[in-house]
């Protein structure tokens, strides 16, 4: 079963100036951003990566060209492959404004206790259950795509936004999304999930700072079978990487 690097986008201007940016155009990353972006490059530089989906977003792409620029144990990363699925949330009529003011609004309330039936007004406005149906599908998609062309042993990356990751962490954990807002996704942080037949494992969440190089895979001694992919969870608690 592949790997998924599930990375959010580097601190972007919008976050520093406490705006809900969603589809905005024109938000990049800020000063603070390209560094975390730049920094995580080197914490992945241990990991061979196999594929990189990307939020169609100014601040995911930059995000996502800086991990890229940094060349992986077995050289290049290879090109972005760019999703629509994986960009933010729609906040409709929330879009540009100050959060303090959305903070007051209503539906902030539902969007925080009730997040499955948030749905966001003006014509473009997308609810919170339908952003994460879209974001499921693409990351299983994408995850059985990577497994067909470059084996069980593959990792990913997908780089997108806050709400998006955990909305996707909120489904393998098997929370409903009611529940998705104890998650945190903090800027330019890694969550790890792997899909099994039977169920996901996340392996970690919201992670800034530690040791990425465990997720490479182990080689195997020549002449060594391929252990079956297994759905069990190991009683007592794992091991951890070798």
Not at 70 to 78: A, F, I, L, Q, Y
Not at 167 to 191: K, N, Y
């Amino acid at each position: 079963m592949p790997t998924l690097l599930l990375v959010r986008h580097g601190r972007s201007t919008a976050n520093t100036a406490a705006v809900l940016a969603g589809w905005t155009p024109g938000v990049h990353l800020d000063d603070a951003g390209r560094a975390q972006a730049e920094a995580l490059a080197q914490r992945l530089s241990p990991v061979p990566v196999a594929d990189v989906v990307v939020s169609p977003l100014e601040r995911c792409q930059e995000t996502a060209d800086a991990l890229c620029a940094v060349d992986g144990p077995t050289g290049p990363r290879p090109p972005l492959r760019t999703d629509e699925r994986l960009g933010e949330c729609r906040y409709g009529d929330w879009t540009g404004r100050a959060l303090k003011d959305l903070a007051k609004e209503p539906l902030w309330r539902t969007v925080q206790s009730h997040p499955s039936a948030a749905v966001f007004p003006g014509p473009d406005g997308e609810s919170l259950a339908t952003m994460q149906h879209r974001a499921v599908e693409a990351v299983r998609e994408h995850d059985a795509r990577v497994q067909a062309e470059h084996g069980d042993d593959a990792v990913w990356v997908a780089v997108t936004h806050g709400d998006v990751i955990k909305a996707v962490l909120a489904d393998a954990l098997g929370m409903h999304l009611d529940l998705f807002q104890r998650i945190s996704a903090d800027p330019c942080s890694v969550s790890v999930v792997r899909y099994a037949p039977l169920r996901p494992f996340v392996l970690r969440v919201n992670d800034s700072g530690g040791d990425l190089a465990g997720f490479a895979p182990q080689r195997r001694k020549r002449g060594s079978r391929r252990k079956a992919i297994s759905s069990d969870a190991v009683v007592g608690g794992s091991t951890g990487a070798a």
